[in-house]
């Protein structure tokens, strides 16, 4: 498998822009989780997806954020409009989800507005 | 809520161990785990341990006591490809998400 894949890798755009992340994560895996990183922040749990249902999305910063996961292959996450505070680095991860808590990463988005 | 504290930066020498710390205090807990990030690169999961004990894993071992919430990962022979970020991160089992800590600098020196 190629693993969690993201795209794009980086992405530079207005403030006021609309921006489209996405992923698609491995196949056979049941769980989806967006993260952001910063400096300050570290690593934050945005929202989660199981079967392709969102399950959390306690962590999603404002009504700008929104997600979808249409099917099992393939989610999005999108902000608009974008401001220069969500410059950051977005993965994408999925899980299997047995007993441990293993999750796989992709290479992230890197974001950056203007 | 969840909140984990680790210590912010850690320096050790080639071939030396090293022990990072995490303590945790949570509203429920499955299970501790550990995550590698090298620099500008992705998160890696390193080992969990959802009992109390050790577990190891080739030059790394992590431990957990549930009773002191608290729990480390300790890295032998280490090497300059160590050199890292490390995340201790709590979660609710299985697929549930994952809290992780602000993260453990490791700077391997010659």
């Known amino acids: 498998d190629a693993g969690v894949i993201q795209s794009p890798r980086h992405e530079v755009t207005e403030m006021g822009q609309e921006v489209t992340l996405r992923c698609k994560p491995i196949s056979g895996h049941d769980y989806l989780f967006w993260y952001r990183q910063t400096m300050m922040r570290g690593l934050e749990l945005l929202i989660y997806f199981n079967n392709n249902v969102p399950i959390d999305d306690s962590g999603m910063p404002e009504d700008r954020f929104s997600a979808k996961m249409p099917n099992a292959s393939f989610s999005t996450l999108k902000i608009q409009p974008s401001e220069p505070r969500d410059s950051a680095v977005y993965f994408c991860?999925?899980?299997?989800?047995?007993?441990?808590?293993?999750?796989?990463f992709g290479p992230g988005t890197r974001l950056t507005v203007l | 809520g969840q909140s984990l504290e680790q210590p912010s930066e850690v320096t050790a020498v080639e071939g030396a161990i090293v022990q990072i710390n995490c303590t945790y205090q949570?509203?429920?807990?499955?299970?501790l785990s550990w995550y590698q990030q090298h620099d500008g690169g992705a998160p890696t999961f390193l080992s969990y341990?959802?009992?109390?004990g050790l577990e190891e894993t080739g030059r790394f071992s992590s431990f957990l006591s549930r009773s002191d919430s608290y729990g480390y990962l300790l890295l032998q022979e280490l090497q300059m490809k160590d050199s890292a970020s490390y995340f201790c991160a709590v979660g609710g089992g299985g697929g549930n998400k994952l809290t992780f800590g602000t993260g453990t600098q490791l700077k391997v020196e010659l």
């Open positions: 949570t509203s429920g807990f499955y299970g």
């Open positions: 991860a999925s899980s299997p989800g047995l007993t441990r808590d293993e999750q796989f």
């Open positions: 341990n959802a009992l109390d």
